[in-house]
């Protein structure tokens, strides 16, 4: 996280301060970095990192399509109390899959800022930005 920081206080509006306060923009930044992390990992495995966002409104943060019928979806959450309403759209992202034809996901994940990994009841998985890897 620290380059993203460190780029976006190079700007003039954006100090410490500015990040500390504008919790929306900081979480945008989160996004950007986590999103940035994926694609690294992904191209090790010559997957890909798409966004989605359907005509319901429906929006995913990050799909990893390595291949037929192999993909993963995460949505990326700065705070821990997002975690809920975020594996719920990964839920009903999940739903609208034709599974036949995309196969079943890998994963289903929501990355955070901080906290443990864990699974949650539903299957979806919760994982701190810190152990994510190829």
Not at 12 to 25: I, K, T, Y
């Amino acid at each position: 996280m620290g380059v993203t920081l460190l780029l976006a206080g190079a700007s003039p509006r954006a100090g410490p301060e500015h990040l500390l306060h504008d919790v929306p923009w900081f979480g945008l930044l989160f996004e950007s970095m986590v999103v940035r992390d994926l694609r690294v990992y992904a191209q090790a495995m010559r997957a890909r990192v798409y966004h989605y966002r359907d005509n319901t409104g429906l929006e995913v943060g990050a799909i990893v399509d390595a291949g037929p019928r192999r993909w993963a979806a995460f949505e990326i959450k700065l705070g821990l109390g997002r975690i809920e309403d975020a594996a719920r759209t990964l839920l009903t992202f999940a739903e609208r899959v034709d599974t036949a034809r995309c196969g079943n996901p890998a994963a289903l994940a929501v990355v955070t800022s901080t906290g443990f990994g864990y699974e949650r009841p539903d299957g979806v998985v919760v994982v701190p930005v810190g152990v994510l890897g190829p």
